[in-house]
C-alpha cells in the first residue's frame, strides 16, 4: 500500500502562487508515474500534471507554462508550483501515484485517471479575482 499526503493548499488572489506538496510512504518507489489531479465543484476530475521516472513531464493545456511539477526522490516528495493562478484553477487538488504501463518494450506514463491506482485525500485550492 501507498500512503500519499498532499499539504500546501489554500486562498489565494489572482495572479498569485502557490506551492503543492505530496509525501509519498509504504510500498512507494522512484519508478512509480506521479501525478497531480484537480477537480472542481459539479465537474469531472482531471489531470492536471504528471511526472514519470526519468523526469518527463506532460501538463493539460489549461496550466501549461503556469504550472510545474517536480518531485524530490530522496525525499519521497512529489511538489507542483502553481503560478500565474486563476480562478478557473480553483478545484480540490489531489497527488496519485500508479505503476507505469508497458508500451513498446518500454513505460509509459499517461495523465489518465486510470493509470493511478494511490490516491490522496486531496487539498484545496481556491483563486479568487
Known amino acids: 500500500q501507498v500512503h500519499l499526503v498532499e499539504s500546501g493548499g489554500g486562498a489565494v488572489q489572482a495572479g498569485g502562487s502557490l506551492r503543492l506538496s505530496c509525501a509519498a510512504s509504504?510500498?512507494?518507489?522512484?519508478?512509480?508515474?506521479m501525478g497531480w489531479f484537480r477537480q472542481a465543484p459539479g465537474k469531472e476530475r482531471e489531470g492536471v500534471a504528471i511526472?514519470?521516472?526519468?523526469?518527463?513531464?506532460n501538463y493539460a493545456d489549461s496550466v501549461e507554462g503556469r504550472f510545474t511539477i517536480s518531485k524530490d526522490n530522496a525525499k519521497n516528495t512529489l511538489y507542483l508550483q502553481m503560478d500565474s493562478l486563476k480562478p478557473e484553477d480553483t478545484a480540490m487538488y489531489y497527488c496519485?501515484?500508479?505503476?507505469?504501463?508497458?508500451?513498446?518494450?518500454?513505460?509509459?506514463?499517461?495523465?489518465?485517471?486510470?493509470?493511478?491506482?494511490?490516491w490522496g485525500q486531496g487539498t484545496q485550492v481556491t483563486v479568487s479575482s
Open positions: 509504504g510500498y512507494y518507489h522512484n519508478d512509480y508515474c
Open positions: 496519485a501515484a500508479g505503476e507505469p504501463l508497458p508500451y513498446g518494450g518500454s513505460w509509459l506514463c499517461v495523465r489518465f485517471e486510470s493509470n493511478f491506482g494511490y
Open positions: 511526472i514519470d521516472s526519468d523526469g518527463d513531464t
